[in-house]
């Protein structure tokens, strides 16, 4: 069945340095959201990107879409303490099933 | 106000015990899951639903049951059959499945002694 794999775990960033995650899936995809989630709380939609190959930006963060539509990736700049949270990618192939990648925990050295 | 509400917040139950987790949306939504979150495992999917009187299973169903009668609820009973049933549960919905974004309820933290 369809997996999204999400890397790394965790990601400890200074603040103000730039950080990466990635997220795969075993199948190619519809389309692929984001999520946020800060502690103790529930995951907040983000973006999601349909068109292979796309590219969107929200001030610092930068996701983009494979161009196969099975990889997807968050870069964020200039970290803050605000970014603090786990990420989510979500994925859905042909049906009604949004499945979740394990998420990226930040935390930001001040 | 719009949106979608789980309860209770926090939930105790002795082992061998059936319980029920309530998610309720009045956003119009037709497609409902439900997630459960271990540390370090992500979301991972239990059931969802695309539409009333119908519904599917997710990754992790066994020990688990969901029911859709109404478009607005979506609840789910963790079964004595659930080995590990202690977890943080979260209920979504959304609008035209996973087309568009998910809006998530608060959760059900739920503690099984």
């Known amino acids: 069945g369809q997996q999204v794999m999400q890397i790394p775990q965790y990601q400890h960033v200074q603040e103000g340095e730039d950080f990466t995650t990635y997220c795969n899936s075993s199948?190619?995809?519809?389309?692929i959201q984001w999520y946020k989630q800060r502690p103790g709380g529930h995951p907040v939609f983000l973006i999601q990107?349909?068109?292979?190959?796309e590219v969107k930006k929200q001030k610092r963060l930068t996701f983009q879409f494979g161009e196969a539509k099975k990889n997807s990736s968050l870069h964020i700049t200039a970290t803050q303490t605000t970014d603090v949270g786990t990420y989510f990618c979500?994925?859905?192939?042909?049906?009604?099933?949004?499945?979740f990648g394990a998420g990226t925990t930040v935390t930001v050295r001040a | 106000d719009g949106g979608i509400t789980q309860s209770p917040k926090y939930l105790f139950r002795k082992e061998g015990q059936n319980v029920t987790l309530s998610c309720e949306q009045n956003?119009?939504?037709?497609?409902m899951y439900w997630y459960r979150q271990d540390p370090g495992q992500g979301l991972r999917l239990i059931y969802y639903?695309?539409?009333?009187?119908?519904?599917q299973k997710g990754d992790i169903a066994e020990g688990y049951s969901v029911s859709r009668e109404k478009k607005e609820s979506f609840p789910l009973t963790v079964t004595s059959a659930q080995k590990n049933p202690t977890a943080f549960y979260l209920c979504?919905?959304?609008?035209?499945?996973?087309?568009?974004?998910?809006?998530f309820g608060q959760g059900t933290r739920l503690t099984v002694v």
């Open positions: 639903s695309q539409i009333v009187n119908d519904f």
């Open positions: 956003l119009n939504h037709d497609a």
């Open positions: 990107l349909v068109k292979s190959g």
């Open positions: 199948t190619t995809l519809s389309n």
């Open positions: 979500a994925g859905r192939a042909n049906d009604y099933k949004l499945s």
């Open positions: 979504a919905s959304s609008f035209d499945g996973g087309r568009t974004e998910a809006f």
